[in-house]
């Protein structure tokens, strides 16, 4: 049954609901809501997010599953619910959608705006390409979030930048793209911002979470305190790791589609912003008198040039100087060191700012739809809400006009939606009076009279212009408009107003009075970049930074002055608005519930103006302005059928019969209740409280007679279990009893029988006992008696000393035994059988041990002096192979079986080697192919390998001649790995006077014999032992440098020889089976 969960929660879940409805009524029920951690609440289809700064345990996977297709009044108020909605209307209805999200700084925008999109990525399809886009759509808010926001005294993370992301599907609801548009980016942040706040998060990750290499490479150094553009006092955010999000966001630029150059790139340009704000200007006079300005520290202007690879003068020049053009001249001006300022904190904005713009085109370039069919589109607006400050200015004025429009559209569609529902429904509509802000609308945008057209014509006028002239003629064309106010038109009309000072002037905004200082509105209205500075940036070689400027091109110069500011911005939002008609619009309204951003903390005052600013109050009255509550016949019916008897418990026609024989049957007034087609209306609040009170007692009654029947039917169930369990345990009982009795008796018998029988047992063996023991006794005396007789006999025949006379003869007669014994048994000649016979006795153990070792030593002399001359010498090689490699190298093992040859080449054979042959000199000790890697590029050649008894000769296997001939006393020691490989490194001493350009590593199949023969010509020659080495990473030293090697054993293939490879300058890798 579908529940009305809005009526289930704490408080009023919709305030259409609400009554009394006041503004104080309001306020009460969002923060009896917010306490409880409820922190969503709808108008209608409308909801209403308090950002409860602090993690909350609603947004699991099981929350997703829960809210998935789910009906909107269903579950409690969500964001899940509206972004649910929205999804589903689009899959199943081919509506195209907007989800709107507005409210001011620090009341959650950009996070309702990333769990709304999370939902959606958690609910459509699956598939690789499906997830890809996915993870593209989701990674753009972490590239966007740090070139965008940036901490302000309100919020730690404030979007300083509009953002409409338009999602597009495909006919299964499956995403296949999206675009994204951005709105009026703060960049006068880069150059100035107030104390306690800091410049874009960029910055400051850059500097925390660069690496070493990345900062040398920019240029930059890790200390905040260093830049102009950063407030030193708030350099580092509780709670936020700027190193963290920096790997976060080269991450999600990956996942994006940059590319590692693009990258690089940015960072660069990012980092010539930065370093703008330390070029410092010194006062400096002309010939002619007149005040210039130049560069104080050629350093930061050069390290700049050098990034973005532009001549130092240029630049210099373009910042110290202006070149006006016309048609027919052109004129250079020097600018003093105000203007020269002015010029590089302009240059920094635009330069930052058409970063942040190229960025959103190409993260568009990445993630735009790459097909033709049809598709349907979900737009995210994230933007800023209505701003009122202590001081108000040109940002704030646009970003109100802003929210004026949304306001604006905010209505039309909402009274369109409730027009279009009645009409539907059947039911007759009734005009709503509702305040329309069109004439504020029309009061800033009018394309003639309007404030921005004033404004933009102001800018454009020859002969001076400041604010005091762009005042006045405000003054003038709106001196009778109730909604404009100035000190001017103030005093006309009669009033004193103290609040309005000689340079402001108020509009009677939807949300309120705002003061608006004129100071800066020209300036920023104009936001000129002098063409000069254009042309300086597209100059550089640097290929981004000269595409951002594509007007500097001299081919393409135009004299025509770039449209305003304002202009700019009000041609965007008409866009927005004209996009935003077109589709079905979802609205959630964030709200800060505090300026200390604490959990459950609830200023009413700030609250409050909020309300008022997103117009929330007028919200529910328009919502509520003809019937309050509407739903579907079928689960009204379900949920009060048990108020009626003719509904309860079935109702048997249909359901729209059914809802109104239910309602025909209570006490309500019918101009309370309207039938729609498939909606039953009820137009007040209190009625639909009234049902539901009946429904609670009637839920109480049927709960009672539920509870009635229940506990009669558990006593007469328990009654016939008492009954069944008395027979059942009755029998058991009888049963039992019998059993017992029985088994008494028959225990009884068999005891008595036992202890019969035990006693005849016991008599029996006592006589047997008795029997045994006198017979022992007799033999006892007897073994005695004869014992003293023999004694007695004995003791004239008794010498002194017989006793070690027997021992030593009994003892010779168990060694002639022992030996004797052994000569027969013997084990054959094989000196690979270590069997031996045991000991006889004990105290033989030690002697049998001995007599093995000697046994097994003479048998071993006897094999050797069979052996010929030339098996001997190869036991001996072999022998050394063993002390030097055994348990060392896995490789020993193999070369077991393997002959040692030494001599793999045929020198004697082959008629192009003699000269090689020759050069041994009759020394040879071994000769063999060797592959010698490369120190460069870690690739082998091969090379010939010769051992003779004073030298290593290395030499070209096709010219048969000798490259490298080393002396033996000139190594220091070889390297070699512990696994089955043949590579090995030559380490020569570095006063060595070979011809070597420092150690040698090699690659030899026969590594083992090869090592083993140059031990023992290293000790015939030096008299000393060669150094081994055996380790997984040696240094290799060369005569400039040295590298670390490092071998690495990977999965084994067929006859796969050693791969070398180079891992930057100081390391290289070898890759052995």
Known sequence: ???????????????????????????????????????????????????????????????VEEYKDCNFFAVKPHIYAIADDAYRSLRDQDKDQCVLITGESGAGKTEASKLVMSYVAAVCGKGEEVNRVKEQLLQSNPVLEAFGNAKTIRNDNSSRFGKYMDIEFDFKGEPLGGVISNYLLEKS?????????????????????????????????????????????????????DSANFRNLQDAMQAIG??????????????????????????????????????????????????????????????????????????????????????????????????????????????????????????????????????????????????????????????????????????????????????????IEDSKSGILAMLDEECLRPGEVNETTFLAKLNHVFKDHKHYESR????????????????????????????????????????????????????????LLHALFPEGDPQKASLKRPPTAGSQFKASVTTLMKNLYTKNPNYIRCIKPNDTKKPAGFTDALVRAQVRYLGLLENVRVRRAGYAYRQVYEPCLERYKMLCKETWPCWKGNARDGVQALLSSLPIEPKELAYGHTKIFIRTPNTLFDLEARRQRRIHELAALIQAAFRAWKCRRHYQQMRTSQITISAWFRGHAQKKKYTKMKTSALLIQAYVRGWKSRRLLWTLKEQRHRTQAATVISAYWKGYQ?????????????????????????????????????PPMTVTDHSWPPAPYKLFTDANQELKKIFHHWRCKKYRDQLPPQRRALLQDKLSASEIFRGKKSLYLKSLPQPFRGEYLGLKENPKYRKLQSTADGKLVMADSVRKVNRGDGKASPRLFLLTKSHIILADPKAAQPKTVITLSDIESVSVSRYSDGFFVLHIKES??????????????????????LNQAMLEATRQKLK????????????????????TETAKKQDAAPICRKKGSQRMEVLVQ
């Open 258 to 443: 940059f590319s590692s150059s693009e990258v690089t790139a940015v960072l660069e340009v990012t980092a010539v912003v930065l370093k703008l704000g330390n070029v410092q200007l010194g006062k400096n006079f002309q010939a002619s008198g007149a005040e210039s300005c130049e560069i104080q520290d050629d350093r930061v202007l050069r390290e700049i040039c050098q990034l973005i690879q532009l001549d130092e003068t240029v630049l210099e020049q373009a910042l110290c100087s202006r070149t006006v053009e016309t048609h027919q001249e052109k004129v250079v001006t020097t600018l003093n060191v105000s203007q020269g300022y002015y010029v590089r904190d302009a240059l920094a904005k635009n330069l930052y700012n058409r970063l942040f713009n190229w960025l959103v085109s190409r993260i568009n370039e990445s993630i735009k739809v790459k097909t033709n069919e049809y598709k349907k589109v979900m737009g995210v607006l994230d933007i800023y809400g209505f701003e009122i400050f202590q001081d108000n200015s040109f940002e704030q004025f646009i970003i109100n006009f802003c929210n004026e429009k949304l306001q604006q559209i905010f209505i039309l569609l909402t009274l369109k939606e409730e027009q279009e529902e009645y009409i539907r429904e059947g039911i007759q509509w009734t005009s709503v009076d509702f305040f329309d802000n069109s004439i504020i609308c029309n009061l």
């Open 189 to 241: 942040r880069v150059v100035h911002h107030v104390k306690g706040e800091r410049n874009f998060h960029i910055f400051y990750q850059l500097l925390s979470g660069g690496s070493d290499q990345l900062l040398k490479q920019l240029k930059l150094e890790r200390d905040y305190s260093v830049y102009g553009y950063l407030n030193k006092e708030t350099s580092s955010l509780q709670g936020v790791d």
């Open 488 to 543: 001017a038109t103030q005093n006309a009309k009669h009033i004193m107003d103290s609040s309005l000072s000689a340079n402001n002037f108020r509009i009677h905004h939807y949300a309120g009075k705002v003061t608006y200082n004129v100071a800066g509105f020209i300036e920023k209205n104009n936001d000129l970049l002098f063409r000069n500075l254009s042309q300086a940036m597209w100059k550089a070689k640097h290929t």
């Open 1 to 63: 049954m579908e529940g009305m969960a809005v009526l289930d929660t704490v408080g009023v879940g919709d305030l259409v609901l609400l009554d009394p409805l006041t503004e104080d009524t309001l306020l009460e029920n969002l923060e009896k809501r917010f306490k409880h951690k409820d922190i969503y609440t709808y108008i209608g289809n409308v909801v209403i997010s308090v950002n409860p700064y602090e993690p909350l345990p609603i947004y699991s996977q099981e929350k």
């Open 992 to 1013: 060595s006077t070979a011809n070597t350009k420092g150690d040698l590593l090699l690659i030899n199949d026969h590594l083992i014999e090869l090592v083993t023969r």
């Open 1028 to 1047: 081994l080495q055996v380790a997984d990473e040696f240094l290799v030293r060369f005569k400039q440098s040295s590298i670390t090697v490092k071998v």
């Open 790 to 826: 023999t004694r007695k006999e004995y003791k004239k025949y008794f010498r002194s000393g017989a006793s070690e006379r027997i021992a030593n003869f009994i003892y010779s007669s168990l060694v002639q035994k022992f030996l004797l014994g052994l000569k027969d048994n013997l």
